[in-house]
């Protein structure tokens, strides 16, 4: 059975009618560079005495380029199927439904694993700035369903209804690298599912990258700084000690509170207290500043070695905090002041 998703063609001027989805050709193509199918399929194991007739791994392929472009149901795999001459044998959407519930946790697992080789190898040729820190960006957010599609759909905080998913990106390449399907009025800030997909995040990351950053690795082993950065939802005790646990710095936004109030009120009119901010290519940045309010606040209830630091949008000294836009930092001692201040 072929694993791969496109097939090879030619580009020529002229000719007659209209070629669509050109570029999911172009997607599928690379993806079959990659071996992105036969990976896929190396983890899924055959089903009774005969083999099915579309190969897994080309199914899930192909359903990764239906996603790529714009589709929401497995009916929509019939785009692709209107292609032949650029997608070969695709599947139908019976199939591509029988496939998806063909797989449990544990196989599911197994399908991660095959993702994480394949992405081993673009980084190998992407990452070429060794030197710099891996940033993994927390962020979730709410996802219109109908209200009949599963139990999970279920109305959230804004008035919404549907799903709260929670993702972790990779800063560096834009890539999602895990994800975890949410009910609609999952809390923000839960902190088991920050963890959770820390662990997932880590194992998508290649090995030179994450080694020393898993639970009983000592840091010597770390050859590469990992950072964590979340907005207020990553700001909980149990998200941020699993980070040290796994030597990763982090740096979120602080949740304001009566003691960070206050520590904007002391520091506010202090030039002393503060330092240049930079812009995302280390530049100065104009009329912004960083002050460190780590000695002004209590971070028993943190990590040992947590900072927080404010930076406002727009310094300028003898306007209250009130009045500023700002941004307060809870980070480790690890954090460069560069990465504190870029793309905040």
Known sequence: MPTTAANRVSVQSGGHGVAAHVGLHALGALADQL???????????QRGERAPLHDRGKVLTHLALVLAGGGESCADIEHLRAQEEMFGSVPSDSTVFRTLHEFDAAKRRDLL??????????????????????????????????????????????GGFGFHPLFVFADRTGETLAAKLRAGNAAANHAGDHVELLDAALAQLPSPVTRGHHVGEHPTRSTRRVIARADSAGCTKEFLSACRTRHVAFFVAARSNAQITGALYQTFDVPDLWRPSLTQDGELREGAGVCELTTFVNLSSMPEGTRRTRRPVTQRLGVTPAKTPLRVLVATHACPRRALDQRH
Do not use: C, M, Y
């Not at 992105?36 to 194991?45: F, H, K, W």
């Not at 992405?119 to 060794?130: F, S, T």
């Not at 891996?134 to 979730?140: M, Q, R």
């Open 113 to 158: 694993s095959a993702l994480a080789e394949v992405r081993a190898k673009v980084w190998k040729k992407l990452d070429q700035k060794r030197s710099d820190p891996v940033i993994l960006d927390f962020d979730a957010s709410l996802v219109d369903a109908p209200a009949e599609l599963t139990e999970q759909t279920v109305s959230n905080h804004r």
């Open 35 to 45: 071996g992105l199918g036969t990976s896929l399929s190396s983890r899924i194991a």
